[in-house]
């Protein structure tokens, strides 16, 4: 594909990059646009959505890095080079919950309809993202002889040139769009605060987990050799997902029975 989007000079902006910060700025007026109806402060969700950004791109790179330590053993510079591409999404998702949390309790916002209030944006700037992914080579797909395979042929592309292949990111892309599709129909007729948000998670585990099975590039240690590593991680956030929505649900019907 295209992993430059344009050039200015000798400076270069890569469409990885570019779209990455297109699905932070859509998410975010989302977020701000909801939490105006909602009664609650946009700016201090905008200030809750940088710190869950830096922490998500931190936290991401890091478990890719964790998980394909090899590749950075005798460049470690390449560690920063995140325009080339190499997140993982639940690295990201995890260090970005921690540091959510922390934002929260210090400034006294209520954690689950705050939550509710970032789980569509979490979807839609993951599916813009995802295209930025596409374009990059990154996360491709296993070979396929399939109508809609893509070829890459770019030198620069981290995906195999010359083979038709699964285009993964776009099926991530649109599963997340469809995720957010569902999230903002019911955000207005939700039965308890907190099942938008774990609802997403339950989706998102469910997608994620279909999309690795045509996913080509190294997954890390298979578990059990059965799954790969963001399936296992999956496979606990669901069950999780599941059990917190149980849980305030129940809680919700007896604070009003």
């Given at each position: 594909?295209?992993?430059?989007?344009?050039?200015?000079?000798?400076v270069?902006?890569?469409t990885?990059?570019f779209?990455?910060?297109?699905?932070?700025?859509?998410?975010?007026?989302?977020?701000?646009?909801?939490?105006?109806?909602?009664?609650?402060?946009?700016?201090?969700?905008?200030?809750?959505?940088?710190?869950?950004?830096?922490?998500?791109?931190?936290?991401?790179?890091?478990?890719?890095?964790?998980?394909?330590?090899?590749?950075?053993?005798?460049?470690?510079?390449?560690?920063?080079?995140?325009?080339?591409?190499?997140?993982?999404?639940?690295?990201?998702?995890?260090?970005?919950?921690?540091?959510?949390?922390?934002?929260?309790?210090?400034?006294?916002?209520?954690?689950?309809?705050?939550a509710?209030?970032?789980?569509?944006?979490?979807?839609?700037?993951?599916?813009?993202?995802?295209?930025?992914?596409?374009?990059?080579?990154?996360?491709?797909?296993?070979?396929?002889?399939?109508?809609?395979?893509?070829?890459?042929?770019?030198?620069?592309?981290?995906?195999?040139?010359?083979?038709?292949?699964?285009?993964?990111?776009?099926?991530?892309?649109?599963?997340?769009?469809?995720?957010?599709?569902?999230?903002?129909?019911?955000?207005?007729?939700?039965?308890?605060?907190?099942?938008?948000?774990?609802?997403?998670?339950?989706m998102?585990?469910?997608?994620?987990?279909?999309?690795?099975?045509?996913?080509?590039?190294?997954?890390?240690?298979?578990?059990?050799?059965?799954?790969?590593?963001?399936?296992g991680?999956?496979?606990?956030?669901?069950?999780?997902?599941?059990?917190?929505?149980?849980?305030?649900?129940?809680?919700?019907?007896?604070?009003?029975?």
């Amino acid at each position: 594909m295209h992993p430059i989007f344009f050039k200015i000079g000798n400076v270069a902006v890569y469409t990885y990059g570019f779209f990455v910060a297109m699905g932070f700025v859509i998410g975010i007026q989302l977020a701000k646009k909801e939490a105006r109806r909602l009664g609650r402060n946009p700016e201090q969700i905008t200030d809750l959505c940088f710190c869950v950004l830096i922490a998500a791109i931190v936290g991401s790179r890091l478990m890719y890095v964790g998980i394909n330590y090899e590749m950075f053993l005798k460049s470690p510079l390449e560690i920063v080079k995140i325009w080339n591409g190499g997140l993982v999404f639940y690295g990201g998702f995890i260090a970005a919950v921690f540091i959510a949390l922390y934002y929260l309790k210090r400034c006294q916002l209520p954690i689950w309809k705050t939550a509710d209030i970032l789980a569509p944006s979490l979807a839609i700037g993951h599916s813009v993202g995802r295209v930025g992914c596409f374009f990059a080579g990154c996360c491709y797909g296993k070979t396929c002889d399939l109508p809609w395979a893509v070829t890459f042929t770019h030198p620069e592309s981290l995906a195999p040139t010359g083979l038709p292949l699964h285009p993964t990111q776009l099926y991530s892309s649109l599963g997340n769009l469809a995720i957010f599709f569902v999230l903002w129909s019911l955000r207005r007729r939700k039965s308890f605060d907190g099942r938008l948000f774990w609802l997403y998670v339950l989706m998102y585990a469910l997608m994620r987990s279909m999309v690795e099975m045509f996913r080509g590039d190294f997954r890390g240690t298979v578990l059990f050799d059965l799954l790969s590593i963001s399936q296992g991680i999956g496979l606990v956030m669901g069950i999780v997902s599941i059990g917190m929505m149980v849980f305030l649900r129940n809680r919700e019907r007896k604070r009003n029975p």
